[in-house]
């Protein structure tokens, strides 16, 4: 029967302890404001699953998808400026 007990030390060389990085956290503090206009508009669809839709609701879910499309566009244009590129 083979040991395992020398592979074991490979395996376990970098132990991973579960927290982001440094560099995922700085991303997602470049998301989040199209995380939030992502979560608002998914609260104003939420609010008419089980109603019907009137005009404010409506309005409400237009406005979050302008937000979602605002927040995608300032994203793209801040990554675009950082690396370099034209927006």
Same mark, same amino acid.
């Given at each position: 029967?083979?040991?395992?007990?020398?592979?074991?030390? !490979? !395996?376990?060389?970098?132990?991973?302890?579960? =927290?982001?990085?440094?560099?995922?956290?700085?991303?997602?503090?470049?998301?989040?404001?199209?995380?939030?206009?992502? !979560? =608002?508009?998914?609260?104003?669809?939420?609010?008419?699953?089980?109603?019907?839709?009137?005009?404010?609701?409506?309005?409400?879910?237009?406005?979050?998808?302008?937000?979602?499309?605002?927040?995608?566009?300032?994203?793209?244009?801040?990554?675009? !400026?950082?690396?370099?590129?034209?927006?």
């Amino acid at each position: 029967m083979l040991s395992i007990a020398a592979l074991q030390a !490979v !395996v376990t060389a970098t132990p991973f302890d579960g =927290e982001p990085s440094n560099a995922e956290l700085n991303a997602i503090e470049n998301e989040m404001p199209l995380i939030l206009a992502d !979560v =608002e508009l998914l609260d104003a669809v939420i609010k008419t699953l089980d109603r019907p839709v009137t005009k404010l609701d409506e309005r409400r879910i237009r406005r979050a998808r302008h937000r979602v499309v605002a927040a995608r566009r300032d994203l793209t244009n801040r990554a675009a !400026v950082q690396s370099g590129g034209a927006a």
